[in-house]
């Protein structure tokens, strides 16, 4: 019988790296000026987490396929937890910057075992409910990260964040040791570039994996663009201040979290295409209330946020059965599969940030109007996927 790891294990290890992603931002100030550092300089703490949490997640896939899920994940922990030490003990920004890469590494693994290990375990079907609970505990995770981070910098100072980050990762690693049965029973034969290479090749070339890992994609790319571009709105456009953004945020934060929730509860009742399809038809209706009223100038905190909050339950919808689908769809390799799928994700993010600014020096509809394509080419690659799934050409 195939052991069975506890899933509040498997959150609790998905949770550390948005966790210590996210609670250091609003430290980032504080730690500039107490390290002698300007903000561009600082900013290279987020900035490098988020290219290593994309390429570590490349990196982690193939070692988990070739060693199995335990030893991978363990070492990864444990590079996170050098990682914070390292940060927490930093007297200049490129130590800091050296502590963040070490944790962003050893998170990436966390991020895609936790997902794969769950795949082992459940296969297809069932994965996606249990996988709503994962992507919910990361929803949580990114929604307290900030304010926990805020109050620990103001109480203790910015290491103070990074020692929250080690007695997190630490605790989680001893229970890894401790509780975590190896699940993967197929492992890769070797780890030569060139076999790495092909199990990508490989991968890529399932167009239901495309379809379901674009799919997933453009749906967090409506969010990312929202989130990088809403304080700006609130700021300039609505009059507001940081704390109402900070406030209506929770809006959206809170509708992922429910719509991760009920995800799960909608696993055993409705096949993961119809829970996908359902998803990001919400996801669609929520991006053309924002456009619609755009175009009515009726742009206020609630018909900015609300609709917003839509398009991000719908996310919690699909997206825990979007990703269990594609990596589901490669036998043998799902480690690489589930890596190869946030590397595209967090590094679509990244491209989307840098679109941001030009976007809204074009106004509030062509923003929007990117936001309604996005669900909108998720439709279209879930459909390629459905399609592909059930052999139609």
Known sequence: MRPTPALPLLVAIAMASPLALN???PAMPDAAQALGADIGTIQLTFTAYLLTLAFGQLISGPLADYFGRRPVLLVGLGLHVTGSLLAASAEGVMALVA????????????????????LDVHGRAGAAGRMGYVVMAIAIAQSIAPALGGYLNLWGGWNAIFYLSV???????LLALRLLPETCTDTSENLHLGRVLRSYTEVLGSRQYLGYAL???CIASAFYLFVG???YVVVNQLGGTSADFGT??????LAFMLGSFCSTRLAGRFSVDQ???LGNGLSLLGALALVILALQNSLSFSTLFLPMALVTFGRGLSQPNAQSAAISCSSGAAATASGLMGFIQLMTGAAIAQLVPLLLEWGLVPLFVCILLAPILALIAHWSAHRSSTGTV
């Open 99 to 118: 502590g963040r890469v070490l944790q962003a590494l050893g998170g990436s693994t966390a991020m895609v075992l936790a997902r794969t290990i769950i």
């Open 275 to 277: 829970v996908v399809l």
């Open 215 to 217: 799919s997933t994609t």
């Open 167 to 173: 007695l997190m990762g630490g605790v989680v690693w």
């Open 23 to 25: 609670a250091f931002v």
């Open 229 to 231: 571009s809403a304080p």
């Open 248 to 253: 209506w945020f929770l809006a959206v934060s």
